[in-house]
């Protein structure tokens, strides 16, 4: 199966002008059981207020190729060490409102053992980022429940073919 390779236009938001690119690492974790695992964040800033389902990762760091960037970030947000199963694929998106354009390098990855998380404090804070263990029905659920917001409906457009693609490659595993 080919890697997903996704361009996705801001929608929500008119396009004044696009200052910076961000690399990010994004993954699909699942446990042994078919469990998914993402974070919910609570947001109350620029994009408005809500509650949202999103898959874990961030920005890569200067020096760091995006592996490593992965495992750091799992290790963060989730607690979670994982094993890399493979790239599904990158999906280019924009967010208009603070002139970026993003750049999601997404992987498919196995729990091998969980330890601590390591939030920031702008996680803890301002987006009081919490675990969510859900089954894929119930994850496709709540991407569909959130594009109620401008914020949402961009994030399920960028996540959720990306779910549903890591769901094929479990099933032909």
């Known amino acids: 199966m080919s890697e997903l390779n996704l361009e996705l236009q801001d929608t929500q938001w008119p396009r004044t002008y696009i200052d910076h690119d961000r690399q990010i690492v994004r993954a699909i974790v699942v446990d042994d059981q078919q469990k998914y695992y993402f974070v919910k964040v609570q947001r109350d800033d620029d994009f408005g207020?809500?509650?949202?389902?999103?898959?874990?990762?961030?920005?890569?760091?200067?020096?760091?190729?995006?592996?490593?960037?992965?495992?750091?970030e799992l290790r963060e947000e989730l607690g979670a060490n994982v094993?890399?199963?493979?790239?599904?694929?990158?999906?280019?998106?924009?967010?208009?409102?603070?002139?970026?354009?993003?750049?999601?390098?997404?992987?498919?990855?196995?729990?091998?053992?969980?330890?601590?998380?390591?939030?920031?404090?702008?996680?803890?804070?301002?987006?009081?980022?919490?675990?969510?263990?859900?089954?894929?029905?119930?994850?496709?659920?709540?991407?569909?429940?959130?594009?109620?917001?401008?914020?949402g409906q961009l994030i399920t457009n960028r996540e959720l073919p990306v779910l549903k693609r890591a769901r094929k490659l479990l099933l032909h595993k």
Not at 49 to 72: C, H, M, N, P, Q
Not at 119 to 139: C, M, P, V
């Open 83 to 151: 094993d890399i199963i493979c790239k599904i694929g990158t999906v280019s998106d924009y967010y208009n409102l603070i002139h970026r354009h993003n750049i999601n390098n997404y992987y498919l990855c196995k729990i091998s053992s969980f330890g601590q998380k390591n939030l920031t404090q702008a996680e803890i804070e301002d987006f009081h980022l919490s675990t969510l263990k859900l089954t894929y029905e119930q994850a496709v659920d709540a991407y569909e429940k959130q594009t109620n917001t401008k914020l």
């Open 49 to 72: 207020k809500g509650t949202f389902i999103e898959t874990s990762g961030g920005g890569v760091e200067a020096g760091e190729d995006l592996t490593t960037a992965l495992k750091r």
